[in-house]
């Protein structure tokens, strides 16, 4: 079975463009949630979509956004990027969406803001 | 304001040697995971406890669940070059809706030398 893929692995923005990063999920699995991982904050969560909705949502900025396709992948859009904004950014699918199943990470997307 | 607490935050030892590792917290958690990530790779989980009181062992790693549930511990036997990694504790605390918002550890970065 495919684990959870990321595209592109690394990327390299200016402050004040936008980015868009993929995930495409476990085949079977419906939960995709995104988080962003940097020395000195750790892991944040970001939101949740299942099944095209978005579930839950962090403390973050409307700058942060997402969606959810019908065939469960998912993409993360931040706007304005800010020199604050570089960071390994992962995402997780799960199959159900609750806490007690397991979540599977991918690789993670390194974007780097200069 | 980190809601879970880990500790120690660095940790390098020899082959061979025990060592625990902490997660805190004032809040009561619904359920606690542990994870371990190693260099470019995303978090993969090791176990999730969800009662108060809880042991769960996998081989040598030994994991504990505080009897009021706010806190956790990871236990490993006889530690061994493959257990170096980023160890991360992981809540799920209970939102609006019945959804959750999953909070994370800051980690802690575990060393082990031949």
């Known amino acids: 079975k495919a684990g959870v893929t990321q595209t592109p692995r690394y990327l390299i923005k200016t402050r004040g463009q936008q980015v868009t990063l993929s995930c495409s999920p476990i085949?079977?699995?419906?939960?995709v949630s995104w988080y962003q991982q940097t020395p000195g904050q750790g892991l944040q969560f970001l939101f949740e979509?299942?099944?095209?909705?978005?579930?839950n949502k962090g403390n973050f900025p409307g700058r942060f956004s997402g969606r959810q396709f019908s065939n469960s992948r998912s993409e993360m859009n931040v706007s304005t990027l800010e020199l604050g904004d570089s960071a390994l950014y992962l995402c997780?699918?799960?199959?159900?969406?609750?806490?007690?199943?397991?979540?599977?990470f991918g690789p993670g997307t390194r974007l780097t803001v200069l | 304001t980190q809601l879970l607490e880990q500790s120690p935050q660095f940790l390098s030892i020899q082959e061979g040697e025990n060592l625990t590792v902490y997660c805190n917290s004032s809040?009561?958690?619904?359920?606690l995971q542990w994870y371990r990530q190693e260099p470019g790779e995303g978090p993969v989980l090791l176990v999730t406890?969800?009662?108060?009181?809880e042991v769960k062992k996998l081989k040598r790693l030994t994991f504990q669940f505080g009897d009021a549930r706010k806190d956790s511990s990871l236990h490993i036997t006889a530690a061994q070059p493959g257990d170096t990694g980023l160890y991360l504790c992981?809540?799920?605390?209970?939102?609006?809706?019945?959804?959750?918002?999953?909070?994370f550890g800051r980690g802690t970065s575990l060393i082990v030398h031949p």
């Open positions: 997780a699918s799960a199959r159900l969406a609750n806490p007690y199943n397991e979540q599977f």
């Open positions: 085949s079977g699995h419906r939960s």
């Open positions: 979509y299942f099944s095209e909705t978005q579930r």
């Open positions: 809040s009561v958690f619904s359920s």
């Open positions: 406890v969800v009662t108060g009181g």
């Open positions: 992981a809540g799920a605390q209970g939102a609006s809706g019945g959804s959750y918002i999953p909070t």
